[in-house]
């Protein structure tokens, strides 16, 4: 069992930068994987970017790449999302999640967070 809560969300002008963190409580959470996703008033849920257990692969949906870094600290139980130059279209509610995984960044996801909102003025 794990438990996850983000934090650092916001509010911030277009081409600003935040840094959510998700603090994880529970056991063996060097071998989960944990991933960042978004939801946006009216819209679905989406993957925006995932971390294996070790750190050492990592996936992006294209919106966010080159824009945005996901990194973990297993020693912590911490996983961050940095997020430079943001635009409207990223306002959502951002929620941590992770699933135990041996291998590689999964796309189903077991344990999730109550969400942080991001807020980007124009």
């Known amino acids: 069992q794990l438990q996850l809560v983000e934090s650092g969300g916001g509010l911030v002008q277009t081409g600003g930068s935040l840094r959510l963190s998700c603090a994880a409580s529970g056991r063996f959470f060097s071998s989960y994987a944990t991933a960042w996703f978004r939801q946006a008033p009216g819209k679905e849920r989406e993957f925006v970017a995932g971390i294996n257990f070790s750190g050492s692969s990592t996936r992006y949906v294209d919106s966010v790449k080159g824009r945005f870094t996901i990194a973990r600290d297993n020693a912590l139980g911490m996983t961050y999302l940095q997020m430079n130059n943001l635009r409207p279209e990223d306002a959502a509610v951002y929620y941590c999640?992770?699933?135990?995984?041996?291998?590689?960044?999964?796309?189903?996801?077991?344990?999730w967070g109550q969400g942080t909102q991001v807020t980007v003025s124009s």
């Open positions: 999640a992770a699933v135990r995984s041996p291998v590689g960044v999964p796309t189903e996801y077991d344990y």
